[in-house]
């Protein structure tokens, strides 16, 4: 009690607060090597494939690359699948809007149901995905002699890819926004409307604010899938070559026409749109978090 | 509603009406094919296999990617989501060249990874390595200090209480990102394809045997094999579902 | 087992949370640690129990040096404010984990463990609730599943951080009284931080009153409420009335109204004086300097008691007084009334570096 406290008052702090360390901390052996192990395993299965693409693209110099990607195939690919995200994730951002809305702001009988149907496609093999619109509008299928009469082409066209990249982007933009918004309750809208606010101007001012964040990290998760997508689109586009080739269908064909360089370079393009999509990603996060 | 309607659920319903046009001989026997009964071992097992290597990796990277400061771990977190953002096309090529015999990493095994089942395990590991991550991360997160404190004040060493208090915390969330690992893994197609090699009865996956038939126009066969696939994970996530929810009856404050 | 906490500072980056701070605790005494938040109460029993570390100062437990020994060595049961149950055990796994985490040579036996987790949970009237899990125990319940698990690691020091926070009202009341009793039968050193007063006044030995990382005093209920040493005290614990001033001649004036101070003969400093509601007298008509004039703006009865508040007619200030139903009931007063108020018992400070 007599230790002049003017001194505390003047010092600086230098010495950091240690917590006693056995107990409640591991051991600095434990902790590095689980950092370790951490370290490898991402390095192992994430960063060298990722630098793998890109040494192969440039294996052959730029020359090849820039020719690999100038290809009219190439082009043709990019500009179907940019086409195909484009019409694919506003539909399903308006959709994922509106199921939220639904499910976090009324209560209706069936909306577990509605909650387990979002969720389906997560469920469910992109390849089944791609069977079913087969099914339904292939030759034999459901609607296939009245497309056929109507001279409609769905299946192996664009209107097949975007609604098998629909179905499996579907829960993406409703799945991120939820939970968002049923953590943030209704009571900001119902102030909003207690002021006399009419419903979309409530939705704009109040909602849409709340959530965009939540909204941008759906939507851009939404659009990785829809422009990687695979295995649906694979069995919808029929592979026919600057028409219905989407830049992973592309790929794929040059890998198994042994174009390794050239299918690498495609590749390299859609991982920088990856690295992007990342970044983009924790960006919306962070910003999340702020509110 | 019809937005729904008409791109899930009458989609989802032609697989029914499909198989109901098939007789039921006509349908066992497409479905026990040999070729098609190897593929579903094949599919569930290198799913599970690839789940549980998840499950601990994905929690330790949790718990360091929470736990600990080093340098570049923002950048690690943000990798960690590079198999949702990456095409599974790009996956699947770049990790065959990868683990090929004369690839960067397979050339330091005698063994083959791409083309044998080992591959498609390291594919599919790859596409769930962010489901245990994600799901685990908030968990730990959350997790109170002073349950730790409390374990630490009643004598407990620090591996006491990490395994009889933080781990028991955490299970619900492994099992929730091991079946969501599981379930996008038994029907990953994209990635797959490249690695697996794609030999009948040894390295020919159940999305592949759909796609097969697919190409031969045998509709009816790839919706058989549908049946199978959808009918079989639906069981098995209500199998999971079933455990989370007697863990989490006496959980929940 | 008894406390020596000797000249202890801590800092959370730069801000100073204690600040050499030193206390004795004998053995067996029930402490408070009454304070607001941010006074560094918690953290000062954090730093007891070894979940944090300490900067400088050292602590004795029996006179011996335990300032960088693990918690678990300390012989020291935690209670937390939020229970920190583990609840995937079941009551009774929670009230054994002490035991079961020994080492194998110091393990009770299974059925010793038995033997003594029942005991305990007969003692806090939970033996019916041994399979239970938190979840399905209310409050209350909880903090003494939380309270045997403490104890059945037979500690030498019980420190309870804000042990009846969370608690509504009425349980509160029970849980304190049943607190008393468990220190009256085992006579274990208890700490216990609060920011309640009446909690601190109602269950401790001696009360340690602390503010901004300092110790502001320490002694029994009775001497902190009665002898506040400072300003700081007397407003916190209990209400209190203000009457403002300049030092003359040992007297505290402003305007008409003086009042002896004996304490300070020499001063002529601006000064305060306090008035506990209970210290205030109300009279009908002026007999002397030491009454100040005041209105009666509001009249309250609860049960024995009338509360009063009154609005001083010199300056406008409010004044509390509490007085005898029957008392009241005398005076025959009503509200508007003008009455002379006087302080029977006023403390004064020269205030230094508070301001209320």
């Not at chain 1, 577990?112 to 087969?134: E, K, Q, R, W």
């Not at chain 2, 590079?82 to 690839?103: E, K, M, N, Q, R």
Request: proline fraction near 5%.
């Amino acid at each position: 009690m007599t230790k002049p406290l003017d001194v505390d008052r003047k010092m600086p702090i230098v010495k950091k607060a240690v917590s006693n360390p056995y107990p409640l901390k591991e051991s600095a052996i434990v902790k590095w090597s689980l950092i370790t192990i951490s370290l490898l395993y991402i390095s192992l299965f994430l960063i060298l494939p990722l630098i793998s693409i890109f040494v192969t693209a440039l294996e052959k110099g730029w020359e090849t690359y820039v020719a690999s990607i100038v290809h009219p195939d190439a082009l043709a690919a990019i500009k179907l699948t940019i086409t195909v995200a484009l019409i694919v994730v506003p539909l399903n951002a308006v959709f994922g809007i509106a199921a939220a809305w639904l499910i976090t702001k009324f209560t209706f009988r069936g909306k577990n149901l509605l909650v387990t149907l979002i969720d389906l496609p997560f469920a469910v093999s992109p390849v089944i995905a791609g069977l079913i619109f087969i099914l339904l509008f292939g030759a034999q299928g459901l609607f296939g002699d009245w497309l056929f009469e109507h001279d409609i082409k769905i299946v192996f066209a664009l209107p097949g890819i975007i609604l098998a990249t629909l179905f499996v982007t579907f829960p993406f933009v409703a799945r991120e926004l939820i939970p968002l918004m049923q953590t943030q309750g209704i009571t900001e809208e119902e102030a909003s409307i207690s002021l006399g606010a009419s419903g979309w101007k409530t939705f704009f001012y109040v909602t849409l604010p709340n959530i965009k964040w939540g909204l941008l990290y759906g939507l851009i998760l939404c659009n990785a899938r829809a422009i990687g997508e695979f295995g649906a689109v694979s069995v919808v586009s029929g592979h026919i070559r600057g028409e219905t080739n989407t830049m992973p269908l592309h790929i794929e064909i040059l890998y198994n026409e042994y174009q390794f360089t050239a299918a690498f370079a495609v590749a390299s393009i859609m991982s920088i749109l990856a690295i992007l999509t990342i970044i983009i990603k924790h960006i919306a996060s962070w910003k999340a978090k702020e509110f | 509603m019809l937005y729904l309607s008409f791109i899930v659920i009458l989609p989802l319903s032609m697989i029914v009406v499909n198989t109901l046009s098939m007789s039921w001989g006509e349908f066992f026997e497409t479905i026990t094919h040999p070729r098609a009964v190897a593929s579903y071992k094949l599919s569930f097992g290198s799913a599970l296999a690839a789940g549980l290597i998840n499950v601990i990796f994905g929690t330790i990277i949790a718990w360091v990617l929470i736990r600990y400061d080093f340098p570049g771990k923002k950048i690690i977190d943000g990798l960690v989501d590079l198999p949702f953002a990456l095409p599974t096309a790009v996956a699947g090529i770049a990790l065959t060249t990868l683990y090929a015999p004369s690839g960067w990493i397979g050339k330091f095994f005698d063994f083959k990874i791409s083309y044998t089942p080992l591959g498609i395990v390291i594919a599919l590991t790859f596409i769930g390595l962010p489901f245990v991550v994600r799901t685990v991360q908030p968990v730990l997160q959350n997790l109170g200090r002073e349950v730790e404190e409390a374990s630490a004040s009643l004598g407990a060493n620090r591996f006491q209480t990490f395994v009889k208090v933080i781990l028991p915390e955490l299970y619900p969330a492994m099992i929730t990102g091991f079946s969501l690992a599981f379930s996008r893994s038994l029907g990953e197609y994209g990635s797959v394809v490249f690695i697996a090699g794609n030999m009948p009865m040894k390295t020919e996956i159940t999305p592949l045997i759909i796609m097969t038939k697919l190409e031969q126009y045998d509709y009816v066969g790839a919706t058989a094999i549908a049946v199978v696939m959808l009918v079989g994970s639906f069981i098995i996530l209500l199998f999971i579902n079933l455990i989370q929810w007697r863990m989490n009856r006496k959980f929940n404050y | 087992m008894g406390i020596q906490i000797k000249n202890v500072s801590k800092s959370f980056g730069s801000v100073k949370v204690l600040k050499d701070i030193s206390v004795d605790i004998k053995s067996g005494e029930l402490i408070a640690l009454l304070g607001p938040s941010g006074s560094g109460k918690t953290t000062l029993l954090r730093i007891l129990a070894g979940l944090e570390g300490l900067d400088e100062g050292t602590i004795l437990f029996d006179g011996e040096d335990i300032t960088n020994v693990s918690p678990k060595e300390r012989k020291i049961g935690f209670v937390f404010q939020h229970y920190a149950l583990f609840r995937h055990m079941n009551v009774f796994e929670n009230v054994a984990y002490g035991l079961k985490v020994r080492p194998r040579k110091t393990r009770p036996s299974k059925k010793e463990i038995e033997r003594k987790v029942n005991e305990l949970l007969s003692l806090v009237k939970l033996e019916n609730f041994q399979d239970r899990y938190p979840s399905q125990l209310s409050g209350g319940q909880r903090q003494r599943v939380a309270l045997a698990r403490a104890l059945a690691v037979e500690p030498k020091v019980l420190l309870l951080d804000e042990p009846f926070g969370a608690l509504d009202a009425k349980v509160r009341k029970e849980l304190r009284r049943w607190l008393r009793q468990l220190h009256n039968e085992f006579h274990v050193t208890s700490i216990f931080v609060t920011h309640d007063q009446e909690e601190a006044l109602d269950v401790a030995d001696r009360i340690i009153v602390m503010n901004n990382g300092k110790i502001e005093q320490i002694g029994t209920p009775d001497e902190v409420y009665e002898n506040p040493k400072s300003p700081f005290v007397y407003d916190f614990l209990g209400n209190v009335n203000i009457f403002r001033g300049r030092l003359q001649n040992g007297k505290l004036k402003q305007g008409q109204f003086e009042i002896n101070a004996p304490h300070y003969l020499d001063s002529h400093d601006d000064a305060v004086g306090y008035a506990r509601p209970h210290d205030i007298l109300i009279e009908k008509e002026q007999v002397d300097n030491e009454t100040v004039p005041a209105k009666i703006s509001f009249i309250h009865i609860v049960g024995p008691t009338a509360r009063i508040e009154l609005k001083r007619e010199d300056n406008g200030e409010y004044l509390e007084a509490e007085l005898p139903k029957e008392q009241f009931k005398n005076l025959q007063i009503q509200k508007g009334e003008v009455v002379y108020v006087r302080p029977k018992q006023l403390k004064v400070f020269i205030p230094e570096d508070f301001s209320i």
